[in-house]
């Protein structure tokens, strides 16, 4: 894999304004247990991640190197140069106030009230070669929660509703909840902002299932990467009164457990994309909720 850009310089906190990200909609928060925010925002659209720790953070960086700098023969230059288009922009790593961070389009700056979905992707977590700490960290997740029966499952998500106006949020603690059978009630409640419903954040043209459709269709054709525990944001508009005010985005993120796949597919993420897209795809008829 490529090594991670030489952009890595300390920075002061107030150069850049760094302010605790409001839009995450999945994982861990700061106000947990006392924890410190680990994604921030600043005032020109970029959004920060902080390392996990240097391996994880340092595996990620490289994998935006690959899909935005200069491939090297680990993966396909064609593959990383389409995959850009469901991914953040990436402008390298840097460190502030003793952290090193991961410096990313902020993909909610343009919304006025961002709806945000994170689903983790894949029918499992787990790689053979992950160390003992990881694989006893997620041991069980996948069984536990639809991970394996429908290959992603939600780890969070908000939506403005208008006419309460405020979000409801649902933390990872109630996506563990949600089983096969609830999934598309879960789907159904983030795409209605009580103005637009779900015919217009997951159909049509501009819709996340045509989204995610082709991002389905650059997983069956790459043959560069596999990915273990990276996520699926669906973003909209709650502050939309009419469908072609929904504005929906998808992008790819979380690639601390993504490697060069050495020729071969994807057999983990690409049927969790598919099996994704389907169930919107139902849902945006009114065939499941």
């Known amino acids: 894999m490529a090594a991670t850009a030489d952009v890595e310089r300390p920075v002061n906190v107030g150069e850049l304004d760094l302010r605790p990200c409001e839009h995450q909609a999945g994982g861990h928060f700061a106000s947990e247990q006392g ?12 959004f920060y991640k902080a390392f996990q720790d240097d391996l994880r953070g340092g595996r990620e960086a490289a994998v935006y190197e690959l899909i935005f700098g200069d491939a090297d ?8 140069e389409q995959l850009r288009r469901f991914v953040p922009k990436y402008f390298g790593t840097l460190v502030s106030d003793g952290k090193k961070l991961l410096a990313l389009e902020d993909t909610c700056e343009a919304y006025t009230k961002p709806c945000v979905l994170d689903c983790k992707m894949g029918m499992t977590t787990i790689y053979d070669w992950a160390d003992d700490k990881y694989k006893t960290k997620n041991a069980g997740k996948d069984t536990a929660t639809t991970q394996a029966s429908l290959g992603y499952r939600v780890t969070g998500f908000k939506v403005w509703q208008q006419d309460k106006g405020e979000y409801f949020f649902a933390d990872r603690l109630y996506g563990k909840k949600i089983t096969d ?20 954040v997951y159909g049509g043209p501009n819709g996340a299932v045509a989204q995610i459709r082709a991002l389905q269709a650059w997983f069956e054709s790459q043959r560069s990467m596999v990915f273990f525990a990276a996520s699926i944001l669906v973003i909209y508009e709650g502050a ?12 790819f993120i979380d690639f601390a457990h993504s490697f060069p796949s050495k020729g071969q597919a994807d057999a983990n993420v690409t049927p969790a994309v598919k099996s994704l897209a389907d169930l919107m795809e139902k849902v945006a008829a009114g065939q499941a909720s």
């Open 240 to 251: 939309a009164t009419a469908p072609e005010d929904a504005n929906v985005t998808i992008r």
């Open 35 to 46: 924890k410190a925010a680990g994604t921030f925002v600043d005032s020109s659209g970029k």
């Open 181 to 200: 059978d609830t999934m598309g009630a879960a789907l159904a409640q983030f795409a209605n902002n009580g103005a637009i419903g779900p015919d217009a």
């Open 73 to 80: 023969d680990s993966v396909r230059k064609e593959d990383m």
